[in-house]
């Protein structure tokens, strides 16, 4: 007893010393100890896919006091099952920590993030609820978010993309519909799909190409580079609105769209005949995408036209060395593009050459 007494006044001297050591000399100003607090995410949102949760939110940039965030250290999700009748609130559960030096199943895209809740104990008929915290490298969280709730609906099955067309600038898809849910069982509320388009890297993004639903089982996607590869993947939907309660994806398609317009028909061809050869010449198309002209010829006027140049020549002009004299030819030229699949262009008109037999005096 007396060692523990003895112990106790030692120790409270020893702070009274400390206490006069440090008030001693010039006084300075007690500076508070100031404790930044996040600003709470506002901006929570949650989206079915198949049986998983999608959330998605704003990484704060300000503190409530409205300074800059310095030291955000990342986030804590929070799940709750709401319960089946009534709406009584439930109790929430801390389901992810999120570190934004080493985020794992987080997904970063600038200010962006966001996070697949794939829990085995989600079900299909129940409604969920979800908030988030903000938290500092302190340790201080901010206030809860926005609060968001999400049905889980068993949706759609896998539709069948049957028939994919590439044209000028547009690719058009017809599909068949999945006769059930995800779930095996009847699907007797198909509301319409969603379609995706990869971009030049091969990742989809969160948004489909289409602006609203699609209710038919086809589409056309326009505005298109020619001579660009595009990826498609379609999904089903069994609601009006989003969040869309999308099923999952189809087998990926591609397309590469090409230019189906032929240029412009090839004007005043004249043929000329020398000795004993004709040439044949014509104006050069004003169309950028020509690579070349083809040549034809017949003996047979208006049919039965023969093809000179299979290859077709960069040139505007072709001589005829097989050629007979006092017979006549009729010709006519077109034009070709460069598209991924050549467009040829109308014939030109048709005109006629002849070599005469020179007179021996």
Not at 14 to 24: D, E, F, H, K, P
Not at 167 to 178: C, G, N
Not at 312 to 332: A, E, G, L, M
């Amino acid at each position: 007893m007396f060692m523990k007494k003895f112990r106790f006044i030692l120790i409270m001297i020893l702070v009274a010393s400390l206490i006069g050591v440090t008030s001693c000399g010039r006084k300075a100003n007690p500076r508070p100890l100031v404790r930044y607090i996040p600003k709470a995410v506002s901006d929570l949102k949650a989206a079915p896919k198949e049986k998983t949760v999608l959330l998605t939110w704003s990484k704060p940039t300000k503190n409530e006091d409205g300074s800059p965030i310095k030291d955000l250290a990342g986030f804590i999700l929070l799940r709750g099952e709401m319960p089946e009748k009534g709406d009584y609130g439930c109790e929430y559960k801390r389901i992810k920590e999120i570190d934004l030096k080493s985020p794992e199943d987080v997904v970063v895209r600038g200010g962006l993030i966001s996070y697949r809740d794939n829990d085995t104990v989600l079900k299909y008929n129940k409604t969920y609820s979800y908030k988030i915290h903000s938290i500092n490298k302190a340790g201080i969280t901010s206030k809860e978010s926005n609060e968001v709730r999400i049905t889980l609906l068993a949706p759609p099955g896998l539709p069948k993309i049957m028939h994919i067309d590439a044209r000028d600038e547009s690719v058009t898809l017809r599909w068949d519909a999945p006769d059930k849910k995800i779930d095996g069982t009847p699907l007797d509320n198909l509301k319409g799909y969603n379609l995706y388009r990869a971009d030049a890297t091969g990742i989809y993004g969160d948004e489909p190409v289409n602006k609203g639903l699609i209710l038919s089982r086809t589409y056309k996607d326009t505005g298109l580079k020619n001579n660009t590869k595009y990826r498609y993947i379609l999904r089903a939907v069994n609601n009006i609105a989003p969040p869309w309660n999308e099923g999952p994806d189809s087998e990926e398609v591609t397309a590469i769209p090409y230019n189906t317009i032929p240029p412009d028909t090839p004007k005043r061809l004249v043929t000329v005949p020398v000795e004993v050869r004709i040439l044949v010449t014509w104006d050069e198309n004003p169309n950028p995408d020509v690579i070349g002209y083809r040549l034809y010829r017949s003996t047979t006027k208006g049919k039965d036209y023969v093809l000179l140049t299979p290859e077709p020549i960069n040139r505007t002009t072709y001589t005829d060395i097989d050629v007979k004299p006092n017979v006549r030819y009729y010709y006519k030229v077109t034009a070709v593009d460069n598209a991924l699949k050549p467009n040829e262009s109308k014939p030109s008109e048709e005109v006629e050459g002849i070599i005469k037999p020179v007179l021996i005096e």
